[in-house]
């Protein structure tokens, strides 16, 4: 299968399944489903829905986890949930095929001091990327955020990426899949690719995250153009909201751990010894989403350039 046809494959699948949204009355907060991959660097959605900070600004948030990006872009498009948190490149290939969507805010910029790169078998060999060559490399979904930075990384250091073999690989299951060898590496990320060093099963090697410009944006807040023309005041209380929440991180180490663990499901030692991401919910459309852009040109994702204006949404006053 094409790699730009996936997203628009997993889109109609989920669709199909008939998800419907509960409308809110106009006497209660606005509600809102944002799903989310368990992810440390989204860690400002997890304040927000913890401290408040989403409830205050008027909307009443309820955090569900998905297993990828394309998932979470399929929820929101079919009604599931009204905000999404994925990657740039997956929402980029849902406008490619004719979705609609905006983009409000980011969860974490780059640089970004998460661990990231590609986890290999602590006793594989394997310590450099032409090592890969014949490999087979899980991602945690197709045409997301770590499976386009892991083809970059292999190309920038002349892997063809016609010698690997990349399949899709759950976060969480980044050290089972090693141990199992079900692949000999997996582009992970924090808090799964700590974990898989700290329990003796792996070892990182590189770091994807060094061929992405500084100020290139990781996760983003989506949603549908059609849910964001109809509640513009939630999408602002949702921007004012993060602001409080990256706020509140700054000052409270232990209280945004132990929600990352919360909606991350891993236990809060493991949390404890992973790092803080670098955290900016404010979207400057070519800062931000440029990079993306060239990227999913480059590797074939979408088939002409996104209006980055137009897609994104920015905080009031800005």
């Known amino acids: 299968m094409k790699?730009?046809?996936?997203?628009?494959?997993?889109?109609?699948?989920?669709?199909?399944?008939?998800?419907?949204?509960?409308?809110a009355s106009a006497e209660e907060r606005t509600k809102v489903t944002l799903l989310y991959t368990a992810t440390a660097g989204f860690?400002?959605?997890?304040?927000?829905?913890?401290?408040?900070?989403?409830?205050?600004?008027?909307?009443?948030?309820?955090?569900?986890?998905?297993?990828?990006?394309?998932?979470?872009?399929?929820?929101?498009?079919?009604?599931?949930?009204q905000v999404g948190l994925p990657t740039p490149t997956v929402v980029f290939q849902a406008i490619d095929n004719g979705i609609e969507?905006?983009?409000?805010?980011?969860?974490?910029?780059?640089?970004?001091?998460?661990?990231?790169?590609?986890v290999v078998g602590k006793?594989?060999?394997?310590?450099?990327?032409?090592?890969?060559?014949?490999?087979?490399?899980?991602?945690?979904?197709?045409?997301?955020?770590?499976?386009?930075?892991?083809?970059?990384?292999?190309?920038?250091?002349?892997?063809?990426?016609?010698?690997?073999?990349?399949?899709e690989v759950g976060l969480p299951q980044t050290a089972d899949a090693i141990r199992a060898g079900q692949v000999d590496a997996v582009a992970s990320v924090d808090p799964f690719a700590s974990r898989a060093v700290d329990s003796g099963v792996g070892t990182l090697i590189g770091s994807y995250f060094d061929v992405i410009p500084d100020g290139t944006v990781a996760g983003i807040f989506v949603t549908t153009a059609d849910w964001a023309d109809a509640h513009p005041e939630a999408i602002t209380g949702m921007q004012l909201a993060l602001d409080d929440a990256v706020t509140y991180i700054k000052a409270n180490d232990q209280g945004a751990r132990d929600s990352i663990a919360k909606y991350t499901t891993l236990p809060p030692p493991v949390v404890a010894g992973i790092p803080l991401p670098n955290m900016d919910p404010h979207l400057q459309p070519e800062k931000s989403f440029g990079f993306w852009q060239e990227l999913s040109l480059e590797q074939g994702l979408i088939s002409e350039p996104i209006d980055l204006d137009a897609f994104t949404i920015r905080y009031p006053g800005e």
């Open 3 to 23: 790699r730009r046809t996936f997203l628009a494959s997993t889109l109609l699948a989920t669709a199909s399944l008939g998800w419907i949204a509960a409308p």
């Open 123 to 167: 006793d594989s060999g394997i310590a450099k990327a032409t090592d890969l060559v014949g490999k087979k490399i899980g991602v945690p979904g197709i045409g997301g955020l770590l499976d386009v930075t892991m083809r970059k990384w292999l190309t920038t250091n002349g892997v063809d990426l016609n010698d690997v073999n990349i399949v």
């Open 43 to 81: 860690v400002p959605a997890f304040v927000a829905a913890d401290q408040g900070f989403f409830a205050d600004q008027g909307v009443d948030v309820e955090l569900q986890m998905a297993s990828n990006g394309s998932v979470v872009v399929a929820g929101v498009v079919s009604g599931s949930a």
């Open 101 to 118: 969507m905006k983009a409000f805010a980011s969860s974490n910029v780059f640089p970004d001091t998460t661990n990231a790169g590609v």
